[in-house]
């Protein structure tokens, strides 16, 4: 039997999400998807738009996303 290990990345947001419901005390927490998408999102866009030399035709195959709703993220961010 093989045992699935998570990914990294997974692993990453494991740990960041555990310290900030630990860092909480007790708070409630809202927007809790809005909050990591928003810290996620950025990065990767970045990370993906270099890895395209900045061709948001190829960054978006990449992404698996259309182009336009790419360009929109981009916008969002302040990444144009």
Same mark, same amino acid.
């Not at 039997?1 to 708070?27: D, I, R």
């Not at 270099?50 to 996303?65: K, P, R, S």
């Given at each position: 039997?093989?045992?699935?290990? =998570?990914? =990294?990345? @997974?692993?990453?947001? #494991?740990?960041?999400? $555990?310290?900030?419901?630990? $860092?909480?005390?007790? $708070? =409630? @927490?809202?927007?809790?998807?809005?909050m990591?998408?928003?810290?996620?999102e950025? =990065?990767?866009? *970045?990370?993906?738009?270099?890895?395209? @030399?900045?061709? *948001?035709?190829?960054?978006?195959?990449?992404?698996?996303?259309?182009?336009? #709703?790419?360009?929109?993220?981009?916008?969002?961010?302040?990444?144009?």
């Open positions: 039997m093989t045992t699935h290990q =998570p990914s =990294p990345l @997974a692993q990453a947001a #494991t740990t960041a999400l $555990e310290k900030y419901f630990t $860092e909480l005390g007790g $708070e =409630p @927490a809202t927007d809790v998807y809005d990591v998408i928003s810290c996620v950025r =990065p990767m866009l *970045q990370v993906v738009m270099a890895q395209a @030399a900045n061709n *948001q035709t190829v960054a978006a195959q990449i992404l698996g996303i259309n182009r336009n #709703t790419l360009r929109k993220k981009l916008s969002d961010h302040g990444l144009l």
